[in-house]
């Protein structure tokens, strides 16, 4: 039997794309959003008969100008889809079976020269092909972009490809876009069969405000899932999780603690650009569908969930998630008015804005500049200590040499000179860094022959063959 969590009893799929007299509501009296009057405890309601009207235009993310900017205390920043999971039906093309099994057997080796190797270039991506599969799945082919499972061809039960798109891919191109560069590689190793399934999405907004996020007890939240968790890193709040490990989980977390950690700051010029300052903290809530709470919203294609964002967040904003001010002399949760903050929370607009774009999508997964500069200079500098030595150039200088020695000394054992172990090396890197392809003369032949075959299959599936 599932539990709370498991089973938030969804909308009908027709009752998801009608209009929401709630979220009109909204926008006819102004000021604050009168939402409130629209339910409360969302366990008595069995649909989300009164859903906002979905965008049937509305981009992945895009900032926007809109009038919940100008209440009090709240600022919105951005929104839009921040983890996309897809699955294409299709067969691994023969060719591309042998060949990845080729390439998972290369990672696998004990010699680092061999493991290097295991990369495929399709297209502009330059894809780590991993040692193992994962799950069921065969193949494991990974950049900063997509990370993509691959089913062997003679597998009918599975799906031909299930891939992860990355959100710093959903932040520099619309999920329009993200899918159509998805669908090419797909194309490209295999036969497709129909269009992609969306497994699993999230929807976000990142936000200022002047509510401290842990001002209000466990109680506020009137929700269907049965679990609720409060955190705190090293006795600093940092958010909320609600119904996670069912089919729809909500975050409200603090973004910037996140990237902090992550040291991935291309969002910050975007929050800049509407107004977010250096040492402000940016707030995101997060929810989360998965399939089987898309399937029962009506929701299964990239299309559908373009055409869905209003409905798919006034459902998790309304009727299955609200934040409010309990009244202790009020048992019935449904009549406990909103927090102003979720008021301006359910009022966020998913439709048209203007997109401001990342200004290089990286598909290389680059080390930090503090892993290069900070942890990196670790051995020189604790070489230059150990020989009690000051000047940067000498330290450097006597460093090389005394490392060209070392590995002279262990040649015979390991067969490898300075520069060929610097080599390995630096191969080894660029194979987990997606950023140069390691090849020999006769692979390099081969991959142009592949590229002119992809050019070809492109050119089919342009053309509509």
Same mark, same amino acid.
């Given at each position: 039997?599932?539990?709370?969590?498991?089973?938030?009893?969804?909308?009908?799929?027709?009752?998801?794309?009608?209009?929401?007299?709630?979220?009109?509501?909204?926008?006819?009296?102004?000021?604050?959003?009168?939402?409130?009057?629209?339910?409360?405890?969302?366990?008595?309601?069995?649909?989300?008969?009164?859903?906002?009207?979905?965008?049937?235009?509305?981009?992945?993310?895009?900032?926007?100008?809109?009038?919940?900017?100008?209440?009090?205390?709240?600022?919105?920043?951005?929104?839009?889809?921040?983890?996309?999971?897809?699955?294409?039906?299709?067969? %691994?093309?023969?060719?591309?079976? @042998?060949?990845?099994?080729?390439?998972?057997? &290369?990672?696998?080796? !004990? +010699?680092?020269? =061999? /493991?290097?190797?295991?990369?495929?270039?399709?297209?502009?991506?330059?894809?780590?092909?991993?040692?193992?599969?994962?799950?069921?799945?065969?193949?494991?082919?990974?950049?900063?972009?997509?990370?993509?499972?691959?089913?062997?061809?003679?597998?009918?039960? %599975?799906?031909?490809?299930?891939? @992860?798109?990355?959100?710093?891919?959903?932040? &520099?191109?619309?999920? !329009? +876009?993200?899918? =159509? /560069?998805?669908?090419?590689?797909?194309?490209?190793?295999?036969?497709?069969?129909?269009?992609?399934?969306?497994?699993?999405?999230?929807?976000?907004?990142?936000?200022?405000?002047?509510?401290?996020?842990?001002?209000?007890?466990?109680?506020?939240?009137?929700?269907?899932?049965?679990?609720?968790?409060?955190?705190?890193?090293?006795?600093?709040?940092?958010?909320?999780?609600?119904?996670?490990?069912?089919?729809?989980?909500?975050?409200?977390?603090?973004?910037?603690?996140?990237?902090?950690?992550?040291?991935?700051?291309?969002?910050?010029?975007?929050?800049?650009?509407?107004?977010?300052?250096?040492?402000?903290?940016?707030?995101?809530?997060?929810?989360?569908?998965?399939?089987?709470?898309?399937?029962?919203?009506?929701?299964?294609?990239?299309?559908?969930?373009?055409?869905?964002?209003?409905?798919?967040?006034?459902?998790?904003?309304?009727?299955?998630?609200?934040?409010?001010?309990?009244?202790?002399?009020?048992?019935?949760?449904?009549?406990?008015?909103?927090?102003?903050?979720?008021?301006?929370?359910?009022?966020?607009?998913?439709?048209?804005?203007?997109?401001?774009?990342?200004?290089?999508?990286?598909?290389?997964?680059?080390?930090?500049?503090?892993?290069?500069?900070?942890?990196?200079?670790?051995?020189?500098?604790?070489?230059?200590?150990?020989?009690?030595?000051?000047?940067?150039?000498?330290?450097?200088?006597?460093?090389?040499?005394?490392?060209?020695?070392?590995?002279?000394?262990?040649?015979?054992?390991?067969?490898?000179?300075?520069?060929?172990?610097?080599?390995?090396?630096?191969?080894?890197?660029?194979?987990?860094?997606?950023?140069?392809?390691?090849?020999?003369?006769?692979?390099?032949?081969?991959?142009?022959?592949?590229?002119?075959?992809?050019?070809?299959?492109?050119?089919?599936?342009?053309?509509?063959?």
């Amino acid at each position: 039997m599932r539990n709370k969590d498991d089973q938030p009893r969804f909308a009908t799929p027709d009752n998801l794309k009608q209009g929401s007299a709630a979220a009109s509501e909204t926008r006819i009296c102004g000021g604050q959003p009168q939402t409130a009057r629209c339910g409360g405890n969302t366990e008595d309601r069995e649909s989300l008969g009164t859903g906002a009207p979905p965008s049937n235009t509305a981009p992945a993310n895009y900032i926007t100008d809109t009038t919940t900017q100008d209440k009090p205390g709240f600022q919105l920043l951005r929104c839009g889809v921040d983890s996309l999971y897809l699955s294409y039906r299709g067969e %691994l093309a023969s060719g591309w079976d @042998q060949r990845l099994e080729g390439l998972k057997r &290369a990672a696998q080796s !004990t +010699e680092e020269g =061999e /493991r290097s190797n295991a990369q495929v270039r399709i297209g502009e991506h330059l894809f780590e092909v991993r040692d193992k599969g994962k799950g069921r799945f065969a193949y494991v082919l990974v950049d900063n972009c997509f990370h993509i499972q691959l089913s062997t061809g003679n597998t009918s039960s %599975l799906p031909l490809a299930y891939v @992860q798109v990355s959100s710093e891919m959903l932040t &520099a191109l619309s999920v !329009t +876009e993200a899918e =159509e /560069r998805l669908r090419y590689i797909i194309n490209t190793l295999g036969q497709v069969k129909g269009e992609a399934q969306i497994s699993r999405a999230d929807l976000f907004a990142d936000f200022l405000s002047t509510v401290a996020m842990d001002s209000w007890a466990q109680a506020s939240w009137i929700t269907r899932a049965a679990k609720i968790w409060i955190h705190y890193e090293k006795r600093q709040f940092t958010g909320w999780s609600i119904g996670l490990g069912g089919v729809m989980g909500c975050r409200l977390y603090n973004k910037t603690l996140e990237l902090e950690k992550s040291k991935k700051d291309c969002l910050k010029p975007l929050w800049s650009a509407m107004g977010w300052q250096e040492g402000q903290s940016v707030w995101r809530l997060e929810f989360e569908f998965k399939r089987d709470a898309l399937k029962e919203l009506g929701v299964s294609s990239v299309d559908q969930l373009l055409a869905s964002l209003q409905g798919l967040w006034a459902y998790a904003t309304v009727s299955w998630l609200r934040l409010t001010i309990p009244n202790p002399d009020d048992e019935n949760q449904s009549r406990w008015p909103n927090h102003p903050l979720w008021d301006s929370l359910v009022a966020v607009p998913w439709a048209d804005g203007v997109s401001l774009p990342l200004s290089r999508l990286r598909k290389e997964r680059l080390p930090s500049d503090e892993s290069l500069f900070v942890n990196g200079l670790g051995g020189l500098t604790s070489f230059m200590a150990a020989h009690g030595m000051t000047d940067l150039g000498e330290g450097f200088g006597e460093f090389l040499a005394h490392a060209n020695r070392f590995h002279s000394n262990r040649e015979r054992t390991t067969g490898k000179t300075f520069i060929g172990y610097v080599s390995d090396k630096v191969k080894a890197k660029a194979r987990k860094y997606n950023t140069l392809k390691n090849e020999s003369s006769d692979t390099r032949r081969e991959d142009e022959e592949r590229k002119r075959e992809q050019a070809r299959n492109y050119k089919k599936v342009k053309d509509g063959d």
